[in-house]
């Protein structure tokens, strides 16, 4: 972020993230993301494009760039977080930059099991992955495929104008600057 010139920069950015949250999603195996710990923007965004999620009873959920960096995402991270949580629950996390705990993930449908610790979380996943592996290949490449498909529909909105202005900005420049500094950013609104 520290060589962006221009919101130019924003919009190659998170093309870039979307080809690769779509490599993730077009996988035709299932995939599995077991969170422990902190899951923040990129993060939350890897796990969302996942086929399921489960988290340890410590995880905890957010995107808290209205705080942070003062950055956007692509429309597709958007729907595609919105699609697992609902547009509430997206608005606390990205307006007012709110951490979610596990179990506060779990009720919103972000994950869908809570493991008490790391160790029971492994278990879990390696469960999941052993289950998944003795069903149906064809379903499972196709019922993914489909969800993707429907998925890209929902998140077919152009928003390029709003990721130039957002990365283009002076307000952006300053986050940048403050995470790295590790102090508050001084918003301007320009």
């Known amino acids: 972020f520290k060589d962006f010139k221009s919101g130019e920069d924003g919009i190659g950015y998170e093309r870039k993230m979307d080809a690769t949250l779509e490599i993730i999603e077009r996988c035709p195996v ?22 399921f999620r489960i988290a340890a009873a410590n995880a905890q959920f957010g995107v808290p760039i209205a705080r942070t960096l003062g950055n956007c995402l ?13 547009p509430q629950t997206v608005k606390e996390m990205l307006l007012l930059a709110k951490m979610v705990d596990a179990e506060k993930a779990l009720q919103a449908g972000l994950v869908m099991e809570v493991l008490p610790d790391t160790a029971a979380l492994h278990a879990r996943a390696q469960q999941l992955a052993e ?41 952006f420049r300053e986050g940048m600057s403050a995470f ?9 609104g320009r």
């Open 30 to 51: 299932p995939t599995i993301a077991a969170v422990s710990g902190f899951c923040t923007g990129g993060g939350i965004a890897i796990a969302g494009a996942c086929d």
């Open 74 to 86: 692509s429309m597709a991270n958007y729907a595609r977080l919105t699609s697992l949580v609902g």
């Open 131 to 171: 289950t998944l592996a003795g069903h149906a290949p064809i379903t499972l490449s196709t019922t993914k495929e489909a969800m993707r498909r429907l998925q890209a529909k929902i998140a077919d909105e152009n928003i390029d104008d709003l990721i130039r202005a957002t990365y283009g900005s002076a307000d």
């Open 180 to 188: 790295l500094e590790k102090r508050p950013p001084k918003w301007a």
